[in-house]
């Protein structure tokens, strides 16, 4: 009990993908990597695999996924993504990478020893390691995409001037804790010739922005509620991630009993938190129809004839439930199937092209 006591705190302190990793900073945790014994640190695994939304998390490190190259506009970008796979945040960053057909490695980060980011101070995910002539590392997903984005639009700044654009700024969370946050970081740094033609009107920022700040600050909190709404969902999320993990056989039964019944109270606690309904499948179903209907029906994407930002952000966030019960009650009670779907589509198309 003392171990899921421990995996309990630490996912309490952090929202949804409870790592202290997502790519913001919600809370204190210092703990992914540290405590315990060997059975405490692989519940912790397996607990923050799956609250990165209930998708499978390799518990060995998945290395150096290579995706294809592509011709870059901005000239030659080197980039490496290190990640949880079934993290929003990350699974956020890929979509934009996927989409703008730009080649990337993975190095999947094992979430308790963390030994993949040890040379970073930064102690969270996504990170990305960019060398476009010179080396730099950016943080914060929302910072990855505006700054990568920025500098395939602009020709005028290299990409350390740009990132330079996006200042942490020191602050404390709810739990009393200092943490970093971005307070620019949905802004894209164009100048006035830049943005006229990326942004006709004006609104079109504003409501790309105002979405993507939605789905960092109100989405992400509705996916672990659902995953881990009942033991029943619960434990099918954790025996998801035994299956497909690399687990020993005492280890993986300790991990997927354990904590499911630690990650079905963590939930309670997060939907207490987020002053959700009873039934959070009320919440998730009002939050992806109030997405479908700002998309409206006479746009194919929030951005129009091809997604913006905001799409992809929304659809990073949703896909990691993909396989669990949540997401298949999603696309039967609400609207947002042809929308996901032309999303899927959309970026599935974008790979072929590379």
Request: with cysteine; proline share 5%.
């Amino acid at each position: 009990m003392a171990a899921a006591g421990r995996a309990w705190k630490a996912a309490v302190l952090l929202p949804p993908w409870w790592l202290r990793a997502p790519g913001r900073a919600y809370g204190a945790a210092a703990g992914a990597g540290g405590g315990g014994g060997g059975g405490g640190r692989m519940l912790l695994g397996a607990a923050f695999a799956l609250g990165g939304g209930a998708g499978l998390y390799l518990a060995a490190r998945q290395r150096l996924r290579e995706h294809s190259a592509a011709e870059l506009p901005a000239g030659s970008l080197q980039l490496t993504l290190y990640q949880y796979k079934t993290c929003p945040f990350c699974s956020k960053v890929r979509a934009f990478l996927d989409y703008h057909g730009l080649p990337y490695e993975i190095v999947e980060v094992n979430p308790i020893m963390r030994k993949e980011i040890k040379f970073s101070s930064y102690r969270k995910v996504p990170i990305l390691l960019a060398n476009a002539g010179s080396p730099l590392q950016l943080n914060d997903s929302s910072v990855i995409i505006s700054a990568i984005k920025t500098y395939l639009i602009s020709k005028r700044n290299s990409l350390e001037e740009i990132v330079s654009f996006y200042p942490p700024m020191k602050t404390v969370s709810e739990q009393g804790k200092e943490v970093f946050e971005y307070g620019n970081k949905y802004w894209l740094m164009l100048d006035e010739k830049e943005t006229k033609r990326i942004y006709p009107v004006k609104e079109v920022r504003v409501e790309e922005m105002k979405w993507r700040k939605w789905a960092d600050d109100w989405l992400v909190h509705l996916i672990s509620p659902n995953v881990y709404r009942t033991p029943r969902e619960a434990l099918a999320s954790f025996d998801y991630i035994v299956r497909e993990g690399k687990f020993g056989t005492m280890e993986g039964l300790f991990a997927k009993y354990v904590g499911a019944v630690a990650m079905f109270f963590v939930s309670k606690r997060l939907k207490k938190r987020h002053h959700l309904r009873d039934d959070v499948r009320e919440d998730l179903y009002e939050a992806v129809n109030e997405w479908v209907k700002a998309v409206g029906k006479h746009r194919l994407f929030m951005g129009g004839n091809q997604p913006n930002l905001a799409d992809l952000a929304v659809y990073g966030v949703l896909r990691v439930m993909e396989g669990l019960e949540a997401f298949d009650d999603m696309m039967v009670h609400t609207k947002i199937q042809p929308w996901y779907q032309r999303m899927e589509e959309v970026i599935q198309n974008a790979a072929v092209a590379v």
